[in-house]
């Protein structure tokens, strides 16, 4: 098993600009989240999914979109960035099947740089 | 708006000490408490605590819980150089899939 899965690892983006960041998992879970982390703020929580076709907000959701197509896949999508969203994100998976089911797995990590 | 406060901020320490780490939490229908730690990477998992009073050991780390106090303490025996890392705290409550978390203890072994 991969786990989860992040691309692309680095990434600059010009003010205005948008993009999607992937995030794949394969470990069936139901739950999937999306996570930026900055310093001295911990991870804070952007949107999160408890199954296909299921999302919600979080504590930062703003300028950011989501959608769950599928249980493996849950994109991040930045409609047009700002430099207040260069970040570290993070995308986690976890399953109500287990007997941990708050125990999020988390991906490597996307740095996100917006000038 | 669920909430979660570690403490300190951060700690410096020799090899061979004792360091405590702390967190509070303030989350509506508490579930889980959940320690992590990152070392420049992503998070990974070390302990969920969900019964009050009940240690969870591995090796030198143990954590325990106190669900009246609303807190939880991550100890370190004998630290190491490699246990230098952020230790961040998460709280699940009324959602599943979605944790709160503090600012995380920035902690640093010298040698």
């Known amino acids: 098993n991969a786990g989860v899965t992040q691309t692309p690892k680095f990434q600059v983006l010009k003010t205005g600009q948008s993009m999607t960041l992937q995030c794949a998992q394969d470990m069936n879970h139901e739950y999937m989240s999306w996570y930026r982390q900055d310093p001295g703020m911990g991870l804070r929580l952007i949107h999160y999914?408890?199954?296909?076709?299921?999302?919600d907000q979080g504590e930062v959701p703003n300028g950011y979109n989501v959608s769950r197509s599928t249980t493996e896949d849950f994109p991040l999508r930045l409609l047009s960035a700002a430099p207040s969203q260069t970040s570290v994100y993070f995308c986690?998976?976890?399953?109500?099947?287990?007997?941990?089911?708050?125990?999020?797995?988390f991906g490597p990590g996307t740095r996100l740089t917006v000038l | 708006e669920d909430k979660v406060v570690q403490s300190p901020l951060s700690l410096v320490v020799h090899e061979g000490d004792t360091v405590t780490l702390n967190c509070s939490y303030e989350v509506t229908n508490f579930r889980s408490l959940l320690w992590y730690k990152q070392e420049k990477k992503a998070p990974t998992f070390l302990f969920m605590l969900?019964?009050?009073?009940i240690e969870k050991k591995s090796g030198r780390l143990s954590s325990i819980l106190d669900k009246k106090e609303l807190f939880s303490i991550l100890n370190i025996t004998a630290t190491q150089t490699g246990d230098s890392a952020v230790y961040l705290c998460?709280?699940?409550?009324?959602?599943?899939?979605?944790?709160?978390f503090g600012q995380g203890t920035i902690l640093t072994v010298h040698p």
């Open positions: 986690a998976s976890s399953s109500v099947r287990l007997a941990s089911t708050d125990t999020q797995y």
């Open positions: 969900t019964s009050s009073g």
């Open positions: 998460a709280g699940g409550g009324t959602s599943y899939g979605k944790l709160t």
């Open positions: 999914s408890v199954g296909a076709g299921i999302t």
